[in-house]
């Protein structure tokens, strides 16, 4: 039975997803009337269910909110549609995209302003692909790894790539190397943040030691979906879950060590019950294994400061 956890280090939340966590946090206790959030606040859904709990409202068109409401935008961001939907409903808009999000519109934007076609890296349907795409939609194509570039008929303009902030790191770099094999001048931006970076690669360093890797992470956490991959990609069993309840503990037979991390949405508090779990089965040495110090703080929105 385990006997040892590797935890790794970093996991769990990251400074955008705290950022967009408080905001919604300070609007739900200082709002009088109905709080609503343009999709999930962040992709967790114990994060998600507990908002909800409180009297947020998720809505996934801007139609559904009524006039003159209050709205906060997901950590993903959103596209200038949405944006302009939000001003002629008059809704009371507060902006909790991811910085570094707001950092990939900007760029895709002056990409378009300048005159290039823009390839996308990333997964069509995402929320934070879909606003992006948004910024330069007659402009951008989404590419999702090195087929989708070989199917691309020929540029008439120059090329500008931009990629989804969440992607593998191995994988992301063998379709930039793809892209750059068919448009040599491409001009590229890797937007992979350094949050999804340093997760990925602490997933890696427990993977080697570990007989058995799980991450704690929603199904429609692209970050921790691609910390599941990164650990299977390494040949040791790896299973994602949202929590302890859904654990099979079948999973530990033949298992000496048990590396255990999150993705950059979920709550460090989700990881305890399995770690207390372990050590009522046995497990006596709990091990960080830090691959990064991460101190990034993002400066919360200026609406606030006018509530």
């Known amino acids: 039975m385990p006997h040892t ?35 999930e606040i962040v992709h967790n859904r114990f994060v998600v269910d507990g908002f909800r709990d409180r009297g947020a409202i998720f809505v996934d068109s801007v ?17 200038p549609q949405v944006v302009q939907e939000a001003k002629q409903r008059n809704l009371k808009v507060i902006d909790a995209t991811c910085p570094l999000v707001t950092k990939v519109h900007l760029e895709t934007k002056k990409a378009a302003r300048d005159g290039y076609d823009i390839l996308l890296v990333g997964h069509e349907g ?28 020929e540029l008439q ?21 793809a892209i750059r094999a068919r448009f040599p ?10 949050a999804t970076t340093n997760r990925q690669a602490a997933v890696k360093e427990i993977a080697e030691r570990a007989d058995l890797v799980i991450v704690v992470g929603s ?29 099979d503990p079948a999973w530990y037979e033949g298992v000496g060590v048990v590396g255990l991390t999150a993705g950059a949405s979920v709550p460090d508090e989700l990881l305890q019950p399995i770690i207390d779990d372990l050590r009522a089965r046995g497990v006596t040495k709990v091990e960080p294994v830090v691959v990064a110090e991460e101190t990034m703080e993002f400066r919360m929105p200026e609406e606030l400061s006018r509530l």
């Open 5 to 39: 956890i590797l935890l790794a280090a970093p996991r769990g939340f990251c400074a955008g997803v705290v950022r967009a966590i408080d905001v919604l946090d300070r609007i739900l206790d200082t709002e009088d009337g109905p709080v609503y959030a343009f999709h």
């Open 63 to 79: 139609a559904d909110i009524p006039e003159g409401s209050r709205v906060v935008f997901s950590a993903h961001g959103v596209s």
């Open 126 to 153: 995402h929320d934070e692909v879909e606003g992006t795409k948004g910024e330069a939609p007659d402009r951008t194509r989404v590419v999702d790894g090195q087929a989708d570039v070989q199917a691309l008929g």
């Open 157 to 177: 303009r120059p090329v500008f790539v931009v990629t989804q902030t969440t992607l593998s790191v191995d994988d992301t770099r063998e379709t930039i190397d």
């Open 185 to 194: 001048e491409a001009e590229v931006r890797n937007d992979i943040c350094y």
């Open 219 to 247: 199904a429609n956490s692209s970050n921790s979906v691609r910390l599941w991959q990164v650990a299977k990609a390494m040949g040791v069993p790896a299973h994602r879950v949202d929590g302890l309840e859904e654990i």
